[in-house]
């Protein structure tokens, strides 16, 4: 396995869908993958067109499951000015967007039965009218698809076998990242988040990490185990030790699925989404204070400026007040304050890591 490429291959399973795929990434031809949610298709997608002949051109990614049968087609193929209520300028496909790239259709197994039929004529040659078009287009852009089902054993009901057979010229079975997986792949996170959050980790650290992400602690996907990980920077207490620091991170984890969860027999008081959504403005907060501006923000967490100036002004901060350590203090100990009779039902959940 290379670094350059990002899919995580350990186990056996995993590194035979890497091999395909990188035999895949030589040729030109459609790709299905499938697997599990979470186990890192679109990963692999992305691999396999940076890797291709058409790496120098764009990759475009489109979620069929959130896409009804109209917007499908004008989300794919565009439309012209006027061609329904609310169209009030022309607009551009993401198929002639990918032209001379790659598309990406993730969750291809949901997409509705009248978009299977539009997608298959456009698979036969390339060529598509725009809604309400009147003026046919060419394109060259290759398909990569990915689904969490079955099609085979859904083949004529729920979904075409022409446009399975179209889309499966080249099959790659992902599977579930084992234990070996999930250690490479918490190495690689965790590396990649140091240098984003510029927290020097020990190679010690790093490999503890390795560790404790494949040991059960951790019980997501890959996914999920990304977002740990990054959360295990934005809490990490240079006091505490690495597995105290994790377990802050999973049990942010937890409190974000489940929204309430009461204590013991004491009987604290039960966790709204209030409380969890102030737990978010405090890791904001401790990231705000490590900064001297809202660009340099910005830059730390890889969010835009506006979602930045949405945050402070939410917490009544001004972006002069990022250079006043002192007020950001203030703003956080209130932040803590109000939390301070759920400290019971957070030290439990700790303790249940």
Not at 8 to 19: E, F, K, T
Not at 200 to 209: N, Y
Request: with cysteine; net charge positive.
């Amino acid at each position: 396995m290379t670094s350059s490429w990002r899919f995580v291959a350990h186990s056996d399973a995993r590194r035979r869908a890497l091999q395909y795929a990188k035999q895949a990434a030589s040729a030109d031809c459609s790709v299905l993958i499938v697997g599990p949610t979470g186990a890192g298709k679109d990963i692999l997608a992305r691999d396999i067109h940076q890797h291709s002949r058409r790496s120098k051109q764009r990759l475009i990614t489109v979620n069929c499951a959130a896409l009804t049968q109209t917007l499908f087609e004008s989300e794919l193929f565009g439309h012209v000015r006027g061609a329904y209520t609310g169209a009030t300028a022309s607009k551009r496909g993401v198929v002639e967007l990918a032209s001379g790239g790659s598309l990406f259709l993730d969750e291809i197994g949901e997409l509705p039965t009248e978009a299977q039929a539009k997608l298959l004529r456009f698979l036969a040659d390339g060529s598509f009218w725009p809604v309400g078009g009147c003026e046919e287009k060419s394109v060259d852009v290759r398909i990569l698809a990915a689904t969490n089902r079955d099609l085979a054993a859904g083949l004529d009901t729920t979904f075409r076998s022409d446009l399975f057979f179209r889309l499966s010229v080249f099959t790659i079975v992902v599977p579930p990242p084992s234990r070996d997986d999930l250690r490479g792949l918490t190495r690689v996170l965790a590396v990649e988040m140091s240098e984003r959050y510029r927290a020097a980790a020990s190679a010690r650290e790093v490999s503890a990490l390795g560790e404790l992400a494949s040991s059960g602690v951790y019980r997501g996907n890959v996914r999920e185990l990304r977002n740990a990980v990054e959360r295990y920077f934005l809490v990490r207490d240079p006091e505490r030790t690495v597995e105290e620091n994790w377990r802050a991170a999973c049990a942010l984890d937890l409190l974000a699925q489940q929204g309430e969860l009461a204590d013991d027999a004491a009987a604290a008081p039960q966790l709204q989404p209030q409380e969890i959504e102030k737990l978010d403005d405090l890791l904001f907060l401790k990231c705000a204070r490590e900064t001297r501006s809202a660009r340099e923000l910005s830059r730390r967490m890889n969010r835009s400026l506006p979602y930045v100036y949405s945050r402070l002004a939410k917490l009544g901060i001004k972006p002069k007040d990022l250079q006043s350590a002192d007020s950001l203090e203030r703003t956080s100990e209130k932040i803590r304050a109000s939390l301070a009779p759920y400290r019971s039902t957070f030290l439990r959940l700790l303790k249940e890591f």
